[in-house]
């Protein structure tokens, strides 16, 4: 059954730092998205991203953070200079939305831990 | 976003069957209702998605009345790995997917 991957699994980092997390979805999906979950808290949306644009964003998604797809198959998060709270899980998922079906697939996740 | 509302835990034993059950009071027309479960330290993962009346995959089984204000997810003869986050969610099928999910319903299953 294809699945979504993501590297690195763990990223530590010092605050200030930017970081670049990888994503590949599953190759015919057409939505993507990043997630996060702080630890012992719940899943939270980020950015969704359809057509090479972002489709919605949370108010989590501020400047600090794009979203990029540099090719056709790899989704990438950046952060551009991390802080203390940006330590936490961060999930890909991808999907593609049909007549019976919008399931998202998520990634096996990268937790962020930043020092 | 239709609200959901579901018990924080439940505990169960190894060969019953777990009924999870999750309100909605304000689901609208169009929308659909979605669970996924999370192991720890990994994604969420799809279970089983309804729009009425009941729903049965290899996994689980979803009952939704016709009111559609509530749904109970099912699973029947549960293991210890069943143990698990369950996230009942409620998503309007249009141009904006993104999943809203809450705190959950914690499963854990005793030998």
């Known amino acids: 059954e294809p699945e979504v991957t993501q590297t690195p699994s763990h990223q530590v980092t010092q605050m200030g730092q930017e970081v670049i997390l990888r994503c590949v979805p599953i190759?015919?999906?057409?939505?993507f998205y990043w997630y996060r979950q702080i630890l012992g808290q719940k899943v939270e949306f980020l950015v969704s991203f359809y057509n090479n644009e972002i489709s919605e964003k949370s108010e989590i998604f501020d400047d600090q953070f794009s979203v990029e797809r540099p090719d056709g198959s790899n989704f990438t998060l950046k952060i551009r200079s991390t802080k203390l709270e940006d330590s936490a899980m961060y999930f890909c998922?991808?999907?593609?939305?049909?007549?019976?079906?919008?399931?998202?697939?998520f990634g096996p996740g990268t937790r962020l831990t930043v020092l | 976003l239709a609200k959901t509302t579901q018990p924080i835990s439940m505990d169960s034993y190894e060969g019953q069957e777990v009924n999870i059950t999750c309100s909605h009071n304000n689901i609208a027309t169009n929308d659909y209702i979605t669970w996924y479960q999370q192991f720890p330290s990994q994604g969420p993962r799809f279970i089983i998605q309804?729009?009425?009346t009941k729903v049965t995959n290899e996994v689980a089984s979803l009952f939704i009345p016709a009111d559609r204000k509530s749904s109970t997810l099912s699973l029947p003869r549960v293991s210890l790995s069943d143990t698990a986050v369950y996230y009942c969610?409620?998503?309007?099928?249009?141009?904006?997917?993104?999943?809203?999910f809450g705190a959950g319903t914690t499963v854990t299953v005793r030998a």
């Open positions: 969610l409620v998503v309007l099928r249009s141009n904006d997917y993104k999943l809203s």
């Open positions: 998922a991808s999907s593609l939305p049909g007549q019976n079906t919008d399931t998202q697939y």
């Open positions: 309804g729009y009425k």
């Open positions: 190759s015919n999906h057409l939505y």
